[in-house]
């Protein structure tokens, strides 16, 4: 299988890693989970960590032919529109963003001028959906539980997961967000875990599991079935589900879960201005 150039991007105010994809062979790449720096506490924006990957792609002589969100992230705001304005590129999520719309869209009550189709992502793949990039191929693998919109990509040997799972040492993401499902979840990594033992794994988010001294974002799917502390083989769905509503119960809300989701939903666009000129986000109370 071919083998892409994989490059993340460490943010560790968020712990997340975004990508760049790229063929080798044709200089064209895929930028996968992209962040726009946020200040909560003086509601700003910057681009410091998109431009640096903006800069690698320049100095690499790259083409970005896919801006690719893995989900609707509830931790960081995507800059999917800002990397698209200044490297081109066709923006894509999961088909199923129109469920998350649906819900968050009421949470926040974004009224009717909101779109709930997806419409504003320039593409929305659907599972099972296979496309290139540069030459290499890839497929879209729709994997809900996190959220019901989760989709993984598989590039050539790798697969981006998104919040799915995570390193062997930290185990599997929470469910408990409206729409998730600890069960839907599991059925989901059994999907990924059909994958050849030596796919390259590559992992949204790193949060340096007790013991470890440096973060990992990149395991292999046989490393995951042998040892993911959460769901290795031999794990039962049943054992899995028990697991994960305890634990999800005793997690706080991501810190920027309110920011993030007004903005990506809306494909990283931000709410329009209000009749001052100046754009909002809400603070629902008590809704979450």
């Known amino acids: 299988m071919t083998k892409p150039a994989v490059t993340g991007f460490f943010d560790e105010a968020t712990n997340t890693i975004s990508y ?4 080798p062979a044709t200089k ?3 930028v996968i989970d992209s962040l726009l720096d946020y200040d909560c506490a003086a509601g700003r924006t910057h681009t410091g960590s998109a431009d640096r990957l903006i800069d690698f792609v320049k100095q690499q002589g790259l083409s970005v032919e896919w801006i690719i969100d893995t989900h609707v992230h509830a931790d960081h705001l995507t800059a999917a529109p800002y990397i698209k304005a200044q490297l081109g590129g066709t923006t894509g999520i999961g088909e199923n963003i129109a469920e ?6 009421k949470i926040f009550n974004e009224g009717e001028s909101f779109h709930t189709d997806g419409s504003q992502f320039d593409h929305l ?4 959906e296979n496309y290139k990039v540069g030459e290499i ?5 729709y994997t809900p539980g996190h959220t019901p919109a989760c989709m993984s990509h598989l590039i050539g040997d790798a697969v981006f997961v998104g919040d799915t799972i995570f390193m062997p040492d930290f185990g599997t993401a929470r469910c408990d967000f409206p729409g998730g499902d600890a069960g839907t979840l599991y059925d989901s990594i059994q999907k990924l875990f059909a994958l050849p033992d030596e796919t390259r794994v590559f992992l949204c988010h790193d949060y340096k599991a007790p013991g470890r001294d440096h973060f990992h974002w990149e395991t292999t799917i046989g490393e995951e079935k042998r040892a993911n502390i959460h769901v290795k083989n031999g794990t039962s769905r049943e054992a899995f ?3 994960r509503k305890a634990r999800d119960a005793t997690l706080d809300m991501p810190k920027l879960i309110l920011p993030s989701v007004q903005v ?4 990283g666009d931000m709410p329009p201005p209000e009749d001052n000129g100046v754009r909002y986000l809400k603070v629902p109370l008590n809704a979450l």
């Open 28 to 30: 064209k790449c895929a």
């Open 264 to 267: 990506n939903m809306r494909a």
């Open 20 to 23: 760049v994809v790229a063929d």
């Open 241 to 243: 589900i028990e697991m």
């Open 137 to 141: 191929e890839a497929r879209a693998i």
């Open 125 to 128: 793949f659907k599972d099972g």
């Open 100 to 105: 998350v719309q649906k819900v968050f869209g």
